[in-house]
């Protein structure tokens, strides 16, 4: 059984720190990323309206934690603590569903596949993990990208795979991709249905 010690708070690439998310970074989330339309629009969650709304986010992702399903981290420059957006897993049944968002002015440094890396680091290191994976909108190039700078393949095409809450709830085509190594033993379908049922 998962135990939340199993997982730290706390771990620092070459540039980067990230940080177990605090409902104390509400305010920080909310300028920095979560109230962009150009950065929540693949995302899995309604873009926030409020600081209110992301210290509720927050609220719900701490509890997350606390039961093992949920490990969000926040993204900060090491040298300056500076919040650049969050990246983190959900779990279901030992598949790890990864997920990253940065604010637009922190786009195309490098910083998602930075922060990726550290979170397979990590996963590959713990024995209860499957499965790695992540699912991305067909029209988000972006992210496909960096899912393939750290390791991860297609799966498979699956059509009208999601809703996206600021994309008008339309249900989108989703490219599925897995970590290579992690995932040779775990069937397309395996993946899909683990992937379904973190993201509800």
Not at 186 to 193: F, H, L, N
Request: aromatic share 12%.
């Amino acid at each position: 059984m998962l135990k939340v010690m199993d997982i730290p708070e706390r771990i620092e690439t070459k540039r980067l720190v990230l940080l177990r998310l605090q409902i104390t970074d509400a305010e920080e989330m909310f300028y920095t990323y979560s109230s962009k339309p150009a950065s929540t629009r693949f995302v899995v969650w309604p873009m926030h309206q409020s600081v209110h709304d992301a210290r509720t986010y927050l609220a719900r992702t701490w509890a997350g934690w606390e039961q093992g399903i949920d490990f969000s981290f926040s993204i900060r420059l090491k040298d300056t603590n500076r919040l650049l957006g969050a990246c983190g897993f959900l779990i279901d049944k030992g598949n790890a569903q990864i997920g990253y968002v940065l604010g637009p002015v922190h786009w195309q440094q490098g910083y998602a596949t930075e922060a990726c890396n550290a979170l397979v680091a990590l996963l590959k290191a713990q024995p209860w993990i499957k499965s790695i994976t992540s699912f991305v909108d067909t029209e988000n190039a972006a992210s496909v990208r960096v899912l393939q700078k750290c390791g991860f393949t297609v799966a498979t095409l699956v059509k009208d795979f999601y809703r996206f809450p600021n994309q008008q709830n339309m249900c989108k085509d989703c490219w599925v991709f897995c970590y290579a190594e992690a995932t040779e033993d775990s069937s397309s379908r395996s993946v899909i249905d683990s992937l379904k049922a973190a993201s509800r």
